[in-house]
């Protein structure tokens, strides 16, 4: 209680007493800055600009110094004859300071002391200079081989990402640009510069006249995207990035950042995208409107893949189509057919190939109906070796045969059984497009084993309700496992890479035992199996040769294909959804005998006119090899866009490759 009082007391003594000084030391650590650390701080900004500020201080050192000794010299008159002046001091200083070798011949205690005083401070000064400008030359050195410096490039190709397939994409545009005057790709991707150019250099062999620019970046971000110089490119691919969690996102945000940059160019840009799953191209056409070209990676490869297992040899056709090496094909306008119908446009050309049209409106329509006549606006899509090539050329009168024509059969088709071995993100899409082509009762077995595997089996939706899907969980590289599945009883079959679960080259080495399996069990039975096969990496396909499948279909291979010719022409992709879709025409290859009398040598001018009667437009053959007979292309016989006036002997074993319906 006293304690208290006491403590009251003090406390209400304290009220009228005067204010403690405030600590003075307290004081400046709250607010007050010292002389010596505002000069400290502004040195510490000047360093921070880098290696101009530092030379500049260097050279104010240097300054300092020489200020210093020619005023002393100048006052004390020491050093020979007499001393020096005060502007002949500050020479004599500075060579001192670049040259210490200077002051061998000088002579008297005092002016050696103060010439070896300003020798030492120009050894620093110049040791610290050689550091600088060295540091320099290494960061600069840096920065190029970072690739961050801008391109100043003009119509040039750009290709936006990093991924297997760049390789193919880089060599199509290699014989792409043949023609062209100092042709240029550019490549950007979160990727090292230095080993993109060395990768490409072991993958691509001969780059001819052609020159690789790379440069690392984000393709996602705007100040990344003006490294490329994209307003005056020819054209733009987007690939689908390597090792990417979502990669089609990573795609339509580069299409969106091409489209929307605020230092775009007025004129539209031409852009080949790579999707891997269809559902994402809606959102990628609204972001890149008419500009964009996509290719449906995964959707293009399904399709290709159903159609050859029910044609072999059809990937050889689609490959030639899309192979710069080869045929090619051409949207252009010409003013000679207007007022005149398809069907007489066909065989008005002796060393190209009509087939198809591009209307006014946009709509693509491969092999329209023979009577349509032929309007003002409308392009002619056309095969052929080159643009130059493409001229109309009037038919000889004696060069179709109509005696040799023969009339159609009907052919009536049965239900189906379809294997597939092994399994993929793509597996899904394939069942879904071959059940579009089936008739009712059609059986479909999957063989694979992945996880989970029979389950997404079961619940994949089809194309229609003709095909029955079942699975069956074996291990695929075991030859009992392969041969109790009786591949003989099925009319067809195809084996399908684990590229989700493997590397691309386990993967195909995973193909490639199952076909040998496959080799070996339809030599011991003596029966043919009719085998299709998807390969990933273009370098295996020559290993799978020795399987003697009846058809591969190289998925990064087609796929960069596609990309690189739907940089050059902006209508491929619409043509090839149309020559994809079943609802349209699609490539079909059937016998000869079907459409002319095979007694004697013909020309092609008569396959086309049998063709034509039947509303269908021919533009190639497949011929059967005979042995040591080798086309140089892998191409096994087929031939698109032959030479119309040439006369042949086709055998029963040949077939015409057509555009057709059905």
């Known amino acids: 209680m006293g304690s208290l009082t006491r403590a009251n007391a003090a406390r209400a003594a304290s009220k009228g007493a005067a204010a403690p000084k405030p600590n003075t030391t307290k004081g400046q650590q709250l607010g007050e800055v010292s002389l010596a650390e505002k000069l400290k701080y502004e040195f510490d900004k000047s360093m921070a600009a880098g290696p101009i500020a530092l030379v500049g201080w260097l050279s104010l050192v240097t300054f300092i110094v020489i200020l210093f000794a020619a005023t002393l010299l100048a006052l ?186 605020p230092k775009r160019r007025d004129e539209r840009y031409r852009i080949a995208a790579e999707l891997r799953d269809a559902k994402n191209a809606e959102v990628a056409r609204i972001v890149g409107g008419d500009e964009v070209q996509l290719v449906l990676a995964d959707d293009l490869i399904a399709r290709i893949v159903v159609q050859s297992s029910r044609q072999a040899g059809l990937s050889a056709v689609y490959s030639e189509l899309l192979d710069f090496d080869g045929c090619e094909i051409y949207t252009t306008e010409l003013e000679e057919l207007v007022g005149v119908t398809y069907g007489d446009a066909v065989m008005g050309y002796e060393d190209s190939a009509l087939i198809g049209l591009r209307y006014a ?106 095909m029955k899907v079942e699975a069956r969980r074996i291990d695929t590289s075991h030859a009992a496992s392969l041969e109790a599945l009786e591949p003989l009883s099925y009319d067809s079959v195809m084996v399908l890479g684990y590229s989700d679960h493997m590397e691309a080259q386990s993967a195909d080495t995973r193909t490639l035992i199952t076909l040998l399996h496959l080799r070996k069990l339809s030599e011991r039975l003596g029966e043919h199996i009719s085998v299709v096969s998807e390969m990933i990496d273009i370098r295996n396909r020559e290993l799978a040769e020795v399987t003697r499948a009846d058809d591969f279909v190289v998925s990064n291979k087609l796929v960069s294909l596609m990309l690189a010719q739907a940089s050059e022409n902006e209508y491929l992709s619409a043509i090839f959804d149309d020559l994809l879709d079943e609802d349209g025409s699609e490539i079909y290859m059937r016998p000869v005998g079907d459409y002319v009398d095979l007694a004697l040598p013909l020309s092609f001018y008569t396959i086309a006119a049998a063709a034509r009667q039947r509303g269908e437009t021919a533009i190639g053959y497949r011929r059967k090899r005979t042995d040591g007979d080798d086309d140089g292309r892998n191409m096994g016989g087929v031939v698109v866009n032959p030479s119309k006036s040439e006369m042949l002997e086709y055998l029963p074993e040949d077939r015409v490759i057509v555009l057709a319906e059905d």
């Open 76 to 261: 004390t008159r020491l050093g020979p004859d007499g001393g020096f002046n005060f502007f002949e001091a500050a020479w004599q200083s500075l060579m001192r300071t670049m040259d210490a070798g200077t002051m061998g011949g000088d002579s008297g205690w005092p002016f050696r002391f103060l010439t070896l005083f300003v020798t030492l401070m120009g050894i620093l000064v110049f040791s610290a200079l050689i550091s600088i400008i060295s540091a320099g030359l290494d960061s600069a050195l840096e920065a190029l081989r970072k690739g961050r410096s801008r391109v100043l490039e003009a119509d040039h190709t750009v290709i936006l990402n990093w991924s297997p397939s760049i390789f193919d994409i880089i060599s199509e545009l290699v014989v792409a640009n043949e023609s062209r005057k100092k042709p240029r790709i550019v490549i950007m991707a979160n990727k090292d510069k230095v080993e993109m150019e060395d990768e490409i250099a072991d993958k691509v062999s001969d780059l001819k006249n052609t020159r690789i620019i790379c440069r690392s970046g984000d393709p996602t971000d705007l100040f990344d995207l003006s490294l490329i110089n994209a307003q005056t490119c020819r054209s733009i691919i987007v690939v689908s990035p390597e090792g990417a969690e979502d990669p089609d996102s990573q795609v339509i945000k580069t299409v969106l950042a091409l489209t929307n940059d």
């Open 361 to 466: 409106d946009g709509r693509v329509k491969m092999n329209p109906p023979m009577d349509q006549v032929i309007v003002a606006g409308t392009r002619a899509i056309i095969i052929a070796e080159d643009d130059e090539a493409i001229k109309l050329t009037p038919m000889p009168d004696d060069a179709v045969e109509p005696t040799a024509i023969r009339k159609r059969k009907a052919v009536r088709r049965t239900a189906e059984r379809t294997l597939i071995i092994g399994w993929n993100r793509r597996g899904p899409m394939i069942a879904h497009e071959l059940s579009k082509y089936v008739k009712p009762g059609s059986v479909l077995t999957v063989a694979g084993d992945i996880p989970d595997f029979e389950a997404e089996i079961l619940s994949m939706p089809m194309g229609s309700k003709n």
